[in-house]
DNA sequence: CATGAATGAGCCTTCATTCAT
DNA sequence: AATGAATGAAGGCTCATTCAT
């Protein structure tokens, strides 16, 4: 654990706020520390006090988010088929992204607040390396796109799936597999 | 000309208006009206009087992109190869939209406020219904990606290029086209 | 006339102002000169030109109501009774206010900006102590009432049809009738 | 208490805030929430937060002014003569009404927007309703003036002495009474 | 004389952040 | 540590009036 054990007041609070958040953040509310201060029933300056800015907040609504991500990464890798091993992945990663509206602007934005972001960030990256790398040495990939891409492109295909008009998530989840899937078809050497 | 003709200090101001707007718009400023009156030396009220909201100037300033872009496409459709012409198209489409960041936003938002936008909007869903429509006959292209995706993709590969960490204009154009490519990669039926 | 006669086209213009100014009055809508120029479709100069300011305007709408009134009352004066004369005369002066919404703020306010309406204005005056002369040299109208006192009241009377809910002009004048005869019971000195 | 006790800062606030308002209100001066702050040198939002509008504020002004006016009314229902009460009740309204200006609009306008205003103002109709209703039981007052004719007479007299150029208050306060007089007079209902 | 574009003060309102309690 | 009132910069917009054409 970085963080200090926190008291058991301050830690009911804490998770108030989390849980305010995470509310506000699924129903498309920008977050706005007051907002979630008043709607979790808690000072501002509590709110502050546990989230110094916005960010600090959204990153640690995404953390678990990213963390299911890294475990399904790892996970990924022991696929003995590098081609399965990043597909799957990143259908299941483009899924987490459309259903958990905090982990694009936290991938899309270069800096990050919370120094346990930037490590799960880092360590993602690594083991995106790891399967785009093996899929590579595979050649089953097509060796213009890098580990870098990885993130852009998730994060395309879940803006493209947002552009498109569509009712509700479900049919955004869809739109997004679809796009995937095409991305994917792009990306993959065809044995002659 | 569907304008009224301006005044000659009014066409004067105008201009310092929009090309104010198109540098703020270039610099990644979000446009505020007071800003634009300030920047180009000019009452709020003038910038009110030509352009009654943020949305009404960005329009303006996406028009000549649009225009182009409909152009772009009719001379597609006199490309006899649908899939060239689809293809070269994109490429421009990416392009523009690369080069000019007022095309995304009013690519992206389902609703306009200049009667002119929308209906270039409208010619260009035309056109491309007509590219793709053709590279459906042909089987050139997967049956499952329609008309309503082009958009979509075309705004999702322009963000996916600008969360990509670039230094300069050029190298996201670059990797714009990149990403373009393995999506036409997928998209491409191939012929067993 | 103490106005230089116009030339065609600037009475033409004067016209179709003060025939807008008198719909806007009518309306309800507060005069904004602007406004005024646009619905007439004429320069805000020349409204300006016109009418230096909205009381200019309102004043020549309320002129001819308030000669109305001037010839109204003397002709009252050649009624015998002094108090029909008085009676009469305010229920038709009342009517005109509620009628025509130029004429309250034009008697409300203690300085005017035309001359002609100052001159208007002292003509009523000096009729309404006529009036009320008469009527107290008749004993038929409470001493302590004065001329300076019949302004106020009918414009009081008009406030308060005003303040009362109506769904339509018929019945504010109505209210305003009522109003009018309670004030006038309230006047009249009783023989014993 | 119906409000929620404040902290003691907020109250001083308030309390400034509410000073400010009178006085400006007192000198005629139309409420603006940001002169209000600037005045009581407070931030704006401070004032927003007590009063989200000015007609808020100029409710809460007017409140004290109301509650007298119902302990009178309620008052002069103790008084067995039905006429003496309406009198004695009509005359300290108007008092009231030239003395605080903030009661004439608060009486005048249809909609309010603290629900406190609103109930007692429907308490005063109440009592209004009961104090002409002895009258008319008592064939005092004239049967074509009803309840609801009260606030607007009592506005229009507040509104005549108003016109009524005076010096001072003391004079406007004269003429009002003047005026109700007149209208009392004519209300009556005459024994023959 | 006529036009109508331009002006900019001024009002309203919101929100991220600080600070007294 | 918690509270929530206070702050004030900042942005949006309107409108009476002036001035270039």
Chains 1, 2, 3, 4 share one sequence.
């Not at 022991?78 to 958990?100: E, G, K, M, N, V």
């Amino acid at each position: 654990m970085t963080t200090a054990p926190l008291r058991k007041d301050a830690a009911r609070n804490w998770q108030r706020i989390v849980e305010v958040g995470r509310r506000l953040v699924d129903g498309g509310t920008p977050i706005q520390l007051n907002d979630v201060a008043r709607t979790a029933s808690v000072g501002v300056a509590t709110v502050y006090r546990h989230f110094p800015t916005p960010e600090a907040l959204l990153e640690t609504l995404a953390t678990p988010g990213l963390e299911t991500l890294v475990s399904r990464a790892e996970r990924a890798l022991s696929d003995d088929d590098p081609w399965t091993a990043l597909r799957d992945f990143l259908f299941a990663a483009i899924h987490a992204q459309i259903t958990d509206a905090t982990l694009s602007p936290v991938f899309a934005t270069p800096v990050n607040v919370l120094p346990h972001t930037t490590e799960l960030k880092q360590r993602l990256a690594g083991l995106f390396g790891q399967l785009i790398g093996r899929a590579h040495a595979a050649s089953t990939v097509d060796p213009a796109i890098t580990q870098a891409d990885i993130v852009p492109l998730m994060c395309g295909v879940a803006f493209a799936a947002n552009v498109h008009p569509a009712a509700n998530i479900e049919d955004r989840a869809a739109t997004a597999r679809r796009y995937l899937t095409v991305i994917l078809e792009g990306l993959r050497t065809r044995e002659q």
